[in-house]
């Protein structure tokens, strides 16, 4: 399916858990020269975030075909996407509600579900996210394990070298029920020693709406009007 210059798009049907495993057997020099639509998110982060970095492609971090398409879609994340995949723009900007630490900068978008972004680490898949806006979001992990996660992506080096860093709203992920301050005070305390704007709770990823992400595409974070910015087409 991947290599038929007649299949345009591929949305995966589900988050599946042998994504990694389909990573040694794919030929990307391929896929750089019979470009496609890829659309996935949660496990399939792994495939989006290489189609990105060794496929040179645009690839959207959004809705599955046995998720949110068969679940029901909100008419404006269902826009968003169709405009994206069809002209290129979608919504100008996402807003997120909470700023951990304030300030504006621009760069390619990378990123997916947590978990799956740490488990590429020490292997010849691992993401390589400098000077890029990273998203990061995930669902039914609670503060603790969030904390053990975000410490092994600063002690790997990580977070180093980013511009700037966007959560999802982390569903599941607040330990206290409708009480998000610990998980907050976790991710606050890693990013301290880092000067780049820090934003939490972007409309993408596990629950919610789900807006889609053109990963690969560049944007600008400004966390002082608490928004993501798209600054180009994400389709030609």
Same mark, same amino acid.
């Given at each position: 399916?991947?290599?038929?210059?007649?299949?345009?798009?591929?949305?995966?049907?589900?988050?599946?858990?042998?994504?990694?495993?389909?990573?040694?057997?794919?030929?990307?020099?391929?896929?750089?020269?019979?470009?496609?639509?890829?659309?996935?998110?949660?496990?399939?982060?792994?495939?989006?975030?290489?189609?990105?970095?060794?496929?040179?492609?645009?690839?959207?971090?959004?809705?599955?075909?046995?998720?949110?398409?068969?679940?029901? /879609?909100?008419?404006?994340?269902?826009?968003?996407?169709?405009?994206?995949?069809?002209?290129?723009?979608?919504?100008?900007? /996402?807003?997120?509600?909470?700023?951990?630490?304030?300030?504006?900068?621009?760069?390619?978008?990378?990123?997916?579900?947590?978990?799956?972004?740490?488990?590429?680490?020490?292997?010849?898949?691992?993401?390589?996210?400098?000077?890029?806006?990273?998203? /990061?979001?995930?669902?039914?992990?609670?503060?603790?394990?969030?904390?053990?996660?975000?410490?092994?992506?600063?002690?790997?080096?990580?977070?180093?070298?980013?511009?700037?860093?966007?959560?999802?709203?982390?569903?599941?992920?607040?330990?206290?029920?409708?009480?998000?301050? /610990?998980?907050l005070s976790v991710i606050a305390d890693t990013f301290a020693d880092y000067s780049y704007p820090v934003g939490f709770g972007l409309p993408a990823g596990h629950g919610g709406e789900n807006f889609a992400l053109p990963l690969g595409t560049r944007?600008?974070l400004d966390a002082g009007q608490q928004q993501l910015v798209f600054l180009e087409s994400a389709v030609t």
């Open positions: 399916m991947f290599t038929d210059p007649s299949v345009q798009a591929v949305f995966c049907s589900r988050a599946g858990y042998g994504s990694g495993r389909l990573l040694p057997l794919l030929d990307f020099t391929i896929f750089s020269q019979q470009l496609k639509i890829f659309v996935g998110y949660s496990d399939v982060t792994l495939l989006l975030n290489a189609f990105v970095q060794r496929a040179g492609l645009v690839c959207f971090h959004g809705p599955l075909v046995a998720g949110e398409f068969a679940e029901g /879609l909100s008419e404006r994340s269902r826009t968003h996407l169709f405009n994206l995949l069809t002209r290129g723009t979608g919504e100008a900007s /996402l807003p997120f509600p909470t700023t951990l630490r304030t300030g504006v900068a621009e760069g390619p978008l990378l990123g997916g579900c947590l978990s799956v972004l740490v488990a590429t680490l020490g292997t010849p898949f691992a993401f390589d996210p400098r000077g890029a806006i990273l998203f /990061l979001e995930d669902i039914g992990e609670k503060p603790y394990r969030i904390d053990r996660m975000l410490v092994q992506l600063k002690q790997g080096g990580v977070l180093e070298h980013l511009a700037g860093v966007v959560f999802g709203d982390m569903q599941g992920c607040w330990g206290m029920e409708d009480d998000p301050t /610990l998980l944007v600008r």
